[in-house]
T-cell receptor, first 115, second 112 residues
Framework: GAVVSQHPSRVICKSGTSVKIECRSLDFQATTMFWYRQFPKQSLMLMATSNEGSKATYEQGVEKDKFLINHASLTLSTLTVTSAHPEDSSFYIC???????????FGPGTRLTVL | KQEVTQIPAALSVPEGENLVLNCSFTDSAIYNLQWFRQDPGKGLTSLLLIQSSQREQTSGRLNASLDKSSGRSTLYIAASQPGDSATYLCAVGGTSYGKLTFGQGTILTVHP
């Protein structure tokens, strides 16, 4: 149980395009999902907290107009990187919080490469 | 602001050795602490979760301890195997809604 999926697993796009990444909790409902990014050989940095039915809370320094987050249902959150640039290339990981156990379960990540 | 530090940054051991990974945090007002494993290019696998009221958790060959007052946690791996080779991340939960602060990780290599 407590499986989180992400789609796509890998995406390559041209500079200026927008990319949408989906995060799904497969066997549980997640009122809260989190989005992280990880640069090579670095740890995870929280970008934003996504709550179902409400606006996401962004960490300091993260542009909310650049990284659009939608959490329309209890099992799906999406991250859209708008007008992507090479510096947005990174590994994006989502997690979903299992409320009863106050534990986060992580997706397999999405490797974004912007040319 | 919570800061999480992991020592050592990298560790290489022969198979069969027992080892300890260290994690320290600056703000002792934590909600929980989680240890994760990350294989190259992959997501995170949760290993152990310790609530702030607990002192340790065990799962198989893994044992994690928590000393909130001193701001420290250790992950003990018994009888290490090559399959244990991965990056181990410590993450501290500072609030009830689950926000985590991660350490930089320890890269573990277990050679046959």
């Amino acid at each position: 149980g407590a499986v989180v999926s992400q789609h796509p697993s890998r995406v390559i796009c041209k500079s200026g395009t927008s990319v949408k990444i989906e995060c799904r909790s497969l066997d549980f409902q997640a009122t809260t999902m989190f989005w992280y990014r990880q640069f090579p050989k670095q740890s995870l940095m929280l970008m934003a907290t996504s709550n179902e039915g409400s606006k996401a809370t962004y960490e300091q320094g993260v542009e909310k107009d650049k990284f659009l987050i939608n959490h329309a249902s209890l099992t799906l959150s999406t991250l859209t990187v708008t007008s992507a640039h090479p510096e947005d290339s990174s590994f994006y990981i989502c997690s979903a919080r299992l409320v009863d156990y106050n534990e986060q379960f992580f997706g397999p990540g999405t490797r974004l490469t912007v040319l | 602001k919570q800061e999480v530090t992991q020592i050592p940054a990298a560790l290489s051991v022969p198979e069969g050795e027992n080892l300890v990974l260290n994690c320290s945090f600056t703000d002792s007002a934590i909600y929980n602490l989680q240890w994760f494993r990350q294989d190259p290019g992959k997501g995170l696998t949760s290993l152990l979760l310790i609530q702030s009221s607990q002192r340790e958790q065990t799962s198989g060959r893994l044992n994690a301890s928590l000393d909130k007052s001193s701001g420290r946690s250790t992950l003990y791996i018994a009888a290490s195997q090559p399959g244990d080779s991965a990056t181990y991340l410590c993450a501290v939960g500072g609030t009830s809604y689950g926000k985590l602060t991660f350490g930089q990780g320890t890269i573990l290599t277990v050679h046959p």
